[in-house]
């Protein structure tokens, strides 16, 4: 994990269990996420899937818990995409991961 704290941006990675690696890079403003770029060595059908991760997670709380990132994720993609070697628990993790390293982001009072 990486904090650069001139932009406030934040690093985050998680290796799902038997699956790929999941990386996410996000900045932060106002208390919510900014800039939220999802990558890794996974695949999804359609390829614009990961579009819709990112919109998901755009604008979400920095106090928001694990299990409201992974509902997040999954209620934007809906059960249409194919997702290999990456679910959307796993997403969540790195964006945890992120999130817990960068300033002000380990929230444990506030988490929703």
């Given at each position: 994990m990486r904090v650069n704290t001139t932009n406030n941006t934040a690093h985050g990675e998680y290796k799902v269990p038997g699956g790929?690696?999941?990386?996410?890079?996000?900045?932060?403003?106002?208390?919510r996420m900014t800039a939220v770029q999802v990558?890794?060595?996974?695949?999804?059908?359609?390829?614009?899937?990961?579009d819709t991760i990112n919109a998901a997670?755009?604008?979400?709380?920095?106090?928001?818990?694990?299990a409201g990132l992974a509902a997040a994720v999954a209620a934007a993609l809906g059960p249409e995409?194919?997702?290999?070697?990456?679910?959307?628990?796993?997403?969540?993790?790195?964006?945890?991961?992120?999130?817990?390293?960068?300033?002000?982001?380990?929230?444990?009072?506030g988490r929703a």
């Open positions: 790929k690696l999941v990386v996410v890079d996000l900045a932060i403003a106002g208390g990558s890794g060595d996974f695949f999804l059908e359609p390829d614009s899937a990961l997670l755009e604008g979400l709380s920095i106090a928001t818990a694990e995409p194919r997702m290999f070697g990456i679910t959307p628990e796993g997403v969540a993790a790195a964006v945890r991961r992120a999130l817990d390293a960068a300033p002000g982001g380990d929230d444990p009072g």
